[in-house]
């Protein structure tokens, strides 16, 4: 199947679009966004120049049945999943902080404390962690977030202080983010998977806050395997992890981390499907479903466009 990239539908009452490094979103009359999953794939910040078939299906998915399993913690912005490429929902002023829980020193995390960084937005670490320790409770380390280029780690005093969030709702997002966190790491632990770290994305609509985006997917969360992580953690070997971060070890090996100079390694057809392979396996432990691929027709752009449109009109 061919890998969608770029879209440009015109739906009903439809009044702007916002294309993210991942999403296509439709803003349909200052009420509603059709949020498309396409198929881009970014690491470090930066698009990579192929898709990965399927891997919008993987996350518009899974994200949906989180949303559908959290909705009794904090109400969301989904209405509905016409197609499986597109959630619809409410649209909702976004808060311009993405709030990162973290319950082990991992990624990005272990990167700034293996340099001897010992404070991370504002909370000090232990000292004598080693690599995907654990740690004593989840901690939450938002970031800014940029409309272009990097996310940059902010403390919750300089996001009350600057006013980009007040207290009061701040506090509330914190609360949510950390129940969230449980929530999803229950649900990992059922299917033999731990919950690493992931981000949250809040938005308000009427003086209501809403989860909105994407939650627990590949791209937003960090996954290992339960089975074996003890034993590797005591041997000092890496661990089996379902996520994102195999793109990025990828690109870093081979000289790539979004730096100014720095050329995207050449992804072979043999590397795009590998990338879609680890997509699928993921949504399948996440879910312990079968991932059903979407049907293979010629023209995967009319079939968005028909099952949103319709969705729309029933609205």
Sequence with gaps: MQAIVKTNFNFPKQKSLYVGKVRDVYNIDDKYMAMVVSDRISAFDVVLP???????????????????????????????????????GLKCEGFRVEMIVRGYLAGSAWR??????????????????????????????????????????????????????????????????????????????????ILVDTKYEFGKRDGKIYLIDEIHTPDSSRYFYADGYEERQAKGEHQRQLSKEFVREWLMDN?????????????????????????????????????????????????????????LNSL
Aim: aromatic content about 6%; proline content about 5%; charged content about 30%.
């Design 112 to 193: 700034e404390y293996k340099v001897g960084n010992r404070v991370l937005c504002g909370i000090t670490l232990p000292e004598g962690m080693v690599e995907n320790q654990k740690f004593p409770t989840p901690i939450v380390t938002p970031t800014t977030k940029a409309d272009e280029g990097h996310d940059e780690n902010i403390s919750r005093e300089e996001i009350i202080r600057t006013g980009l969030v007040s207290k009061e709702d701040y506090d509330q997002l914190e609360k949510y983010s950390l129940q969230l966190f449980q929530r999803g790491t229950e649900m990992a632990a059922q299917k033999g998977l």
């Design 255 to 311: 000289g790539f981390q979004g730096k100014e100079g720095q050329k995207v390694p050449e992804m072979t057809d043999e590397i795009v499907n590998s990338i879609t392979d680890r997509y699928i396996e993921l949504y399948e432990h996440i879910t312990g479903e079968k991932f059903v691929k979407a049907d293979d027709c010629t023209d995967v752009n009319a079939r968005i466009e028909r099952n949103v449109t319709a969705c």
């Design 50 to 88: 192929k898709g990965i078939p399927f891997k919008g299906q993987v996350l518009n998915q899974i994200a949906s049945k989180f949303l559908d399993a959290t909705a009794d913690i904090v109400p969301n912005w989904k209405l509905a999943t016409p197609d499986p490429m597109v959630t619809v």
